[in-house]
């Protein structure tokens, strides 16, 4: 995987996993909205080997957030 596919790969998985733990941002104010996408993303960098497909990539990360 390229920087750019695991840049762009990271950030769909952080982004889709934010919206399925928070209702899509349903009540959440700034603040709460900026520190969820944060955790997100550390889930996401957090559950990344190398070689692993973008499914079980996904799946790793959404246990760590939910």
Do not use: F
Request: glycine share 6%.
């Amino acid at each position: 995987m390229t920087e750019q596919q695991y840049e762009t790969t990271a950030a769909a998985i952080a982004l889709a996993i934010w919206k399925i733990s928070t209702g899509n941002g349903r009540d959440l104010d700034r603040d709460d909205w900026d520190s969820h996408m944060q955790n997100c993303h550390a889930a996401v960098a957090n559950s990344y080997t190398y070689g692993i497909t973008p499914a079980a990539w996904y799946n790793a990360a959404l246990g760590k957030v939910i």
